[in-house]
């Protein structure tokens, strides 16, 4: 994770990593995921589903963390977030 | 199951039929009524309000008619006996939850203390034509039972009796009195608790993964849940599959509906109940039900005086109609005398079942008064000519 | 949703978390593209965890329209009844068995227009139950009709020229007919309506939170407010949150401002409180209290 500066607590916080999953067969293209995700993890894909919509695909993949506005906005309950185990986490400065 | 003691009020008493009503539910066991104030039922509701503090259950005066009888359904499924009482204005208003009480296959009973009509009409004196309404009322193809008491006594055990079978077949029963039967004050026998017999409705053994809460047993009536019995069922007013889910299909709706009038309509014969008089030999048969059924009884003693052979059909279930025994007799009488307070309702049904075996003569009454016994005398005399 | 198309649709083996709640071999569901109402199932979903409620005790009732149809999604005892009725139903559910959570989710059409009556009358008698509204300013489900919140100005399929009827600000009806807890969130505001429904299932009495939702195939198209994502962000731009607002100011004119908030929190005795303290005080020993049918 990159920061402008460097956050004076950024040793003792733990910034949480987010797996982003996606059922593009449910998803209506709505694109709220899109739109609001914090970090803009996400993108809207060229794909079309088996409805005919462009479901998201997951862009940036580190930039996730594990805010889950994605499944809260979702209206379709086709995106949802799990975190990453510990081991994984990196912080950059 | 016998009846809990506690709810019983044991003794001779002098009550009016809405009094009777009132005291036959409690006694039936029913734990909540939702009830909105009309002429003539209201004496129901007062004495239920004034009994359920201490005999136990809950009262609650609703804002109207659609929400007594919406929140009748909905108490249903906690597992409570609920009741809801009105008359003519309010029952048309009850008419749409009527129908998702037929769709939910929701078990309760309503009292309709019948007024002359149609719209405000007469509130304080009598009438007897609900008696369509109560079987079509609702859109949509469905069977009800309803049963017509002509006492306060009867009253009493047609109340428990109306529990009963709403709680056997899964359906709303009614008790279609009248503004006579309601306001009419006689010696009213309530027994002992355990001379009560009361049916304990049938809730499913079965897990929840393997429940399906419209899936009917042999006679056609699913087993049930309570809300809050961790079985997460969903019931909706849309056609449904066994599963309770909505289906928008013909298929589907061939199959639910079909068993909706099916229950009833198999089971008839165990449902129905008449009181049959010298019918053996009768040239003529006075059909009849409700307050009706009283005031024919000088009518016929007077026929009979002057060597007529009258027979008696008192309909105690009027709803489902007792066809095969109309036709029965159809075929050894000259015709059927129909008094009824109202321009010709059941007296249809007579027609239809008589299939032109014999004459149905209806003496027709437009409310506000009972039937004057020489109209109906005078018309068992026609029948006969 | 045909069951073809269900059929068609594989679903990975991966289980969404809500899975516990959803009545997943309904989804998907039939909610148009960027409807807020799925939204508001998720808050809610989230809030019924974050709340510990025995999911066993909690029962959805719904009327009918769009909304209506959550109570077919949601795995609870969930009662999809007649249009305007649904507050009636669960006013019969809570108080055949006052162990019950009762929630009422339903759309404006359902609770304003036809059922109105059975809203003031609850909330005048403080019955225990919460009561969801999602608001969409129109008669969805059957195309467009002008509703009893449609802005002045706008145009639905009954009111083609615009609507000249004065609509309902519903948080201050709520609040001026007694209810404990009123709230105002759009679908934009997730985590707050989910935090606002948390409180509200924590709270004894008529609750009542109102949820702005977007409408793109039917009030958006009609007034030419471009797709859904387009109100999301009106919404966004527009909301403004004012905690404990009088709630008459509360009025939503056509693409005004939105007041949202948590507006009122207040205790009162329930209905089943003063029914049981009542009779308590005057019978005494006599009094048989009514706590469900196993008692």
């Given at each position: 994770?990159?920061?402008?500066?460097?956050?004076l607590?950024?040793?003792?916080?733990?910034?949480?990593?987010?797996?982003?999953?996606?059922?593009k067969d449910r998803?209506?293209?709505c694109?709220?995921?899109?739109e609001?995700?914090?970090?803009?993890?996400?993108?809207?894909?060229?794909?079309?589903?088996?409805?005919g919509?462009?479901?998201?695909?997951?862009?940036?993949?580190?930039?996730?963390?594990?805010?889950k506005?994605?499944?809260?906005?979702?209206p379709e309950?086709?995106?949802?977030v799990?975190?990453?185990?510990?081991?994984?986490?990196?912080v950059?400065? | 199951?016998?009846?809990?003691?506690k709810?019983?009020l044991t003794?001779?008493?002098?009550?009016?039929g809405?009094?009777?009503?009132?005291?036959?539910?409690?006694?039936?066991?029913?734990?909540?009524?939702?009830?909105?104030p009309?002429t003539?039922?209201?004496?129901?509701?007062?004495?239920?309000?004034?009994r359920i503090?201490?005999?136990?259950?809950?009262?609650?005066?609703?804002?109207?008619?659609?929400?007594?009888?919406?929140a009748?359904?909905g108490?249903?499924?906690?597992g409570?006996k609920?009741?809801?009482?009105?008359?003519?204005?309010?029952?048309s208003?009850?008419?749409?939850?009527?129908?998702?009480?037929?769709?939910?296959?929701?078990?309760c009973?309503?009292?309709?203390?019948?007024?002359?009509?149609p719209?405000?009409?007469?509130?304080?004196?009598?009438?007897?034509?609900d008696?369509?309404?109560v079987?079509?009322?609702?859109?949509?193809?469905?069977?009800?039972i309803?049963?017509?008491?002509?006492?306060?006594?009867?009253?009493f055990w047609?109340?428990?009796k109306?529990f009963?079978?709403?709680e056997?077949?899964?359906?709303?029963?009614?008790?279609?009195?009248?503004?006579?039967?309601g306001?009419?004050?006689?010696?009213?026998?309530i027994?002992?608790?355990?001379?009560?017999?009361?049916?304990?409705?049938?809730?499913?053994?079965?897990?929840?993964?393997?429940?399906?809460?419209?899936?009917?047993?042999?006679?056609?009536?699913p087993?049930?849940?309570r809300?809050?019995?961790?079985?997460?069922?969903h019931?909706?007013?849309?056609?449904?599959?066994?599963?309770?889910?909505?289906?928008?299909?013909w298929?589907?709706?061939?199959?639910?509906?079909?068993?909706?009038?099916?229950?009833?309509?198999?089971?008839?014969?165990?449902?129905?109940?008449?009181?049959?008089?010298?019918?053996?030999?009768?040239?003529?048969?006075?059909?009849?039900?409700?307050?009706?059924?009283?005031?024919?009884?000088?009518?016929?003693?007077?026929?009979?005086?002057?060597g007529?052979?009258?027979?008696v059909?008192r309909?105690?279930?009027?709803?489902?109609?007792?066809?095969k025994?109309?036709?029965?007799l159809?075929?050894?009488?000259?015709?059927?005398?129909?008094?009824?307070?109202?321009?010709?309702?059941?007296?249809?049904?007579?027609?239809?079942?008589?299939?032109?075996?014999?004459?149905?003569?209806?003496?027709?009454?437009?409310?506000?008064?009972?039937?004057n016994?020489?109209?109906?005398?005078?018309?068992?005399k026609?029948?006969?000519? | 949703?045909?069951?073809?198309?269900t059929?068609e649709?594989?679903l990975?083996?991966?289980k969404?978390?809500?899975?516990n709640?959803?009545?997943?071999?309904?989804?998907p569901?039939?909610?148009?593209?960027?409807?807020?109402?799925g939204i508001?199932?998720t808050?809610?979903?989230i809030a019924l965890?974050?709340?510990?409620?025995?999911?066993?005790?909690?029962?959805?009732v719904?009327g009918?329209?769009?909304?209506?149809?959550?109570?077919g999604?949601?795995?609870?005892?969930?009662?999809?009844?007649?249009?305007?009725?649904?507050i009636?139903?669960?006013?019969?559910?809570?108080?055949?068995?006052?162990?019950?959570?009762t929630?009422?989710?339903?759309?404006?059409?359902?609770?304003?227009?036809?059922g109105?009556?059975?809203?003031?009358?609850?909330?005048?008698?403080?019955?225990?139950?919460?009561?969801?509204?999602i608001?969409?300013?129109?008669?969805?489900?059957?195309?467009?009709?002008c509703?009893a919140?449609?802005?002045?100005?706008?145009?639905?399929?009954?009111s083609?020229?615009?609507?000249?009827?004065?609509?309902f600000?519903?948080?201050h009806?709520?609040?001026?007919?007694g209810?404990?807890?009123?709230?105002?969130?759009?679908?934009l505001?997730v985590?707050?309506?989910?935090?606002?429904?948390?409180?509200?299932?924590?709270?004894?009495?008529?609750?009542?939170?109102?949820?702005?939702?977007?409408c793109?195939?039917?009030?958006?198209?009609?007034n030419?407010?471009?797709?859904?994502?387009?109100?999301?962000?009106?919404?966004?731009?527009?909301?403004?949150?004012k905690?404990g607002?009088?709630?008459k100011?509360?009025?939503?004119?056509?693409?005004?401002?939105?007041?949202?908030?948590?507006?009122?929190?207040?205790?009162?005795?329930?209905?089943?409180?003063?029914?049981?303290?009542?009779?308590r005080?005057?019978?005494?020993?006599?009094?048989?209290?009514?706590g469900?049918?196993?008692?």
């Open positions: 994770m990159k920061f402008w500066r460097k956050p607590d950024s040793d003792e916080i733990e910034v949480t990593i987010g797996e982003i999953h996606i059922i998803c209506k293209g694109a709220f995921c899109v609001y995700c914090p970090k803009d993890v996400l993108e809207l894909s060229d794909e079309f589903n088996v409805k919509y462009h479901p998201p695909y997951v862009k940036n993949p580190d930039q996730c963390l594990f805010c506005l994605c499944e809260t906005i979702c309950f086709a995106i949802w799990t975190e990453k185990p510990k081991e994984e986490k990196k950059e400065s | 199951m016998k009846a809990d003691p709810r019983v003794g001779a008493h002098y009550l009016d809405d009094h009777a009503c009132s005291e036959g539910a409690l006694a039936a066991g029913c734990t909540f009524i939702a009830g909105y009309i003539p039922s209201t004496e129901v509701v007062e004495r239920i309000s004034e503090p201490t005999v136990g259950g809950i009262f609650i005066q609703m804002e109207d008619e659609l929400a007594s009888m919406a009748v359904v108490a249903s499924w906690t409570a609920p009741l809801t009482v009105t008359s003519g204005p309010g029952f208003l009850m008419m749409e939850n009527i129908g998702l009480a037929c769709m939910l296959e929701t078990p009973v309503i009292i309709n203390v019948q007024r002359g009509g719209s405000t009409g007469l509130p304080t004196l009598t009438g007897q034509a008696m369509m309404q079987r079509w009322g609702s859109h949509g193809d469905y069977e009800i309803a049963l017509s008491p002509n006492s306060p006594q009867e009253c047609y109340t428990i109306a009963n079978l709403a056997r077949y899964r359906v709303p029963a009614f008790v279609m009195t009248d503004e006579c039967v306001h009419m004050t006689e010696k009213v026998i027994p002992e608790a355990d001379e009560i017999e009361l049916y304990t409705r049938r809730y499913t053994k079965l897990p929840p993964e393997e429940y399906l809460p419209f899936k009917p047993g042999p006679d056609l009536v087993e049930m849940v809300a809050g019995d961790g079985y997460k069922i019931a909706t007013g849309l056609t449904h599959d066994e599963k309770g889910y909505p289906v928008m299909n298929e589907v709706q061939e199959k639910l509906v079909r068993r909706l009038v099916d229950k009833i309509r198999k089971n008839a014969d165990d449902i129905i109940e008449f009181e049959e008089e010298a019918t053996d030999d009768a040239e003529v048969v006075v059909l009849s039900y409700g307050i009706s059924s009283r005031v024919a009884i000088p009518a016929i003693q007077k026929a009979r005086k002057e007529i052979k009258v027979g059909l309909l105690v279930v009027v709803w489902p109609f007792p066809e025994k109309v036709l029965e159809s075929k050894k009488i000259k015709a059927f005398v129909v008094p009824e307070i109202n321009y010709g309702q059941i007296v249809l049904e007579v027609e239809r079942a008589a299939r032109g075996n014999c004459n149905a003569v209806l003496v027709p009454h437009g409310g506000g008064w009972v039937h016994p020489e109209d109906i005398y005078k018309a068992i026609e029948a006969v000519r | 949703m045909n069951e073809t198309l059929k649709l594989k990975p083996e991966e969404h978390p809500m899975e709640i959803l009545r997943m071999d309904r989804i569901h039939i909610w148009c593209s960027t409807c807020g109402i508001a199932v808050s809610f979903a965890e974050k709340a510990k409620i025995p999911l066993d005790q909690v029962c959805v719904s009918i329209g769009c909304s209506g149809r959550v109570a999604y949601v795995k609870l005892d969930s009662f999809h009844s007649t249009h305007g009725r649904a009636p139903f669960a006013t019969g559910l809570k108080l055949g068995n006052p162990k019950l959570k929630i009422v989710f339903s759309g404006d059409g359902d609770l304003f227009g036809i109105g009556n059975h809203f003031i009358h609850s909330a005048r008698r403080n019955m225990d139950m919460l009561v969801l509204c608001n969409n300013f129109i008669y969805a489900m059957t195309g467009g009709q509703a919140t449609t802005p002045l100005t706008a145009n639905t399929s009954t083609p020229y615009g609507n000249y009827e004065y609509p600000n519903l948080p009806l709520a609040d001026s007919c209810a404990v807890y009123v709230a105002r969130w759009t679908a505001h985590r707050r309506l989910a935090n606002s429904i948390t409180e509200a299932l924590n709270k004894r009495g008529f609750s009542f939170i109102e949820i702005i939702c977007p793109s195939t039917i009030y958006a198209r009609r030419r407010l471009g797709s859904g994502l387009d109100i999301m962000k009106f919404y966004h731009d527009n909301s403004v949150i905690h607002a009088n709630t100011d509360l009025d939503i004119g056509y693409q005004s401002k939105i007041i949202v908030g948590k507006f009122v929190d207040r205790e009162r005795p329930t209905f089943l409180d003063c029914l049981n303290d009542w009779n005080k005057k019978f005494g020993d006599k009094f048989r209290e009514y469900g049918p196993d008692d």
